[in-house]
């Protein structure tokens, strides 16, 4: 069963300190993956990526042509990405780094190809690809923020994915009275619970971590750390989305 899984950056990173790892948080996360295999592992920004891209106004949909800036956000999302793998690779997963930025591009309309023949070959041979949220460029725009939650959807109708999984800070989608819905089918049903988180970061909250994930052919799974384990072992924490 193959299984695509999303750390959000705002679990594994401390938010308000630039470019620093939550230890405890990636701990805890690889003691749940550990041993674990046919498996991808998608990684958000946090305080590596999102800081360099609020550094220079740049998001999914505002783009820049400063080389220097898609070289910042792009080097501070490989040094997370190499924190996490190997954070993988002390618990016996085998764990192997891929850079969207390398291969994938946007056209005008910010529609992303996203090469994924190598995800599919490590995943045949056994390895765990880890992905990350990057910069890519962008056809008119110079180079925009490429998330996590792009590259989930990207990634894992490509892999034939049975589940996937975003494992956030919050233990699953809220409604209005706080509490977590338990399964979500249309967006329309949840649209006005969703409204308040949006503007918080550069690539689209909640709402549109939702509008997405509807969009899978596997039902998806949004969790916090609690959550994790339960979700690997195949049981239905947090909120489904399908
Ligand atoms: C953002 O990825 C990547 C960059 C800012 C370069 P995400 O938007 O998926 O990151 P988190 O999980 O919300 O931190």
Request: aromatic share 4%; with cysteine; charged share 25%.
């Given at each position: 069963?193959?299984t695509v899984l999303k750390l959000?950056?705002?679990?594994?990173?401390?938010?308000?300190?630039?470019?620093?790892?939550?230890?405890?948080?990636?701990?805890?996360?690889?003691?749940?993956?550990?041993?674990?295999?046919?498996l991808?592992v998608?990684?958000?920004?946090?305080?590596?990526?999102?800081?360099?891209?609020?550094?220079?106004?740049?998001?999914?949909?505002?783009?820049?042509?400063?080389?220097?800036?898609?070289?910042?956000?792009?080097?501070?999302?490989?040094?997370?990405?190499?924190?996490?793998?190997?954070?993988?690779?002390?618990?016996?997963?085998?764990?192997?780094?891929?850079?969207?930025?390398?291969?994938?591009?946007?056209?005008?309309?910010?529609?992303?190809?996203?090469?994924?023949?190598?995800?599919?070959?490590?995943?045949?041979?056994?390895?765990?690809?880890?992905?990350?949220?990057?910069?890519?460029?962008?056809?008119?725009?110079?180079?925009?923020?490429?998330?996590?939650?792009?590259?989930?959807?990207?990634?894992?109708?490509?892999?034939?994915?049975?589940?996937?999984g975003?494992c956030?800070?919050?233990?699953?989608?809220?409604?209005?009275?706080?509490?977590?819905?338990?399964?979500?089918?249309?967006?329309?049903?949840?649209?006005?619970?969703?409204?308040?988180?949006?503007?918080?970061?550069?690539?689209?909250?909640?709402?549109?971590?939702?509008?997405?994930?509807?969009?899978?052919?596997?039902?998806?799974?949004?969790?916090?750390?609690?959550?994790?384990?339960?979700?690997?072992?195949?049981?239905?924490?947090?909120?489904?989305?399908?």
């Open positions: 069963m193959t959000g950056g705002s679990v594994l990173t401390e938010k308000d300190e630039p470019e620093t790892v939550d230890e405890a948080a990636l701990e805890r996360a690889a003691a749940a993956l550990a041993g674990r295999d046919d991808v998608v990684h958000g920004g946090g305080s590596f990526g999102h800081h360099h891209a609020d550094r220079y106004g740049v998001s999914t949909t505002a783009g820049t042509h400063d080389a220097e800036a898609v070289r910042a956000i792009h080097g501070a999302m490989k040094r997370l990405n190499a924190a996490v793998v190997d954070a993988l690779a002390d618990v016996d997963v085998p764990p192997l780094p891929v850079h969207p930025m390398s291969a994938a591009h946007r056209d005008e309309s910010g529609t992303l190809t996203l090469p994924t023949g190598q995800v599919r070959t490590m995943l045949a041979e056994g390895f765990v690809p880890v992905l990350h949220g990057d910069c890519v460029v962008h056809a008119g725009a110079g180079a925009t923020v490429l998330s996590g939650d792009e590259l989930v959807v990207a990634v894992a109708d490509a892999v034939g994915a049975d589940r996937v975003v956030s800070a919050v233990p699953g989608v809220y409604d209005e009275s706080g509490d977590v819905v338990e399964h979500i089918d249309s967006f329309e049903a949840v649209a006005d619970a969703l409204g308040a988180s949006e503007a918080t970061d550069v690539s689209g909250g909640m709402a549109g971590k939702v509008r997405e994930l509807l969009d899978l052919a596997a039902p998806a799974y949004v969790f916090d750390l609690d959550g994790l384990e339960a979700f690997l072992d195949g049981e239905n924490p947090g909120t489904r989305i399908d």
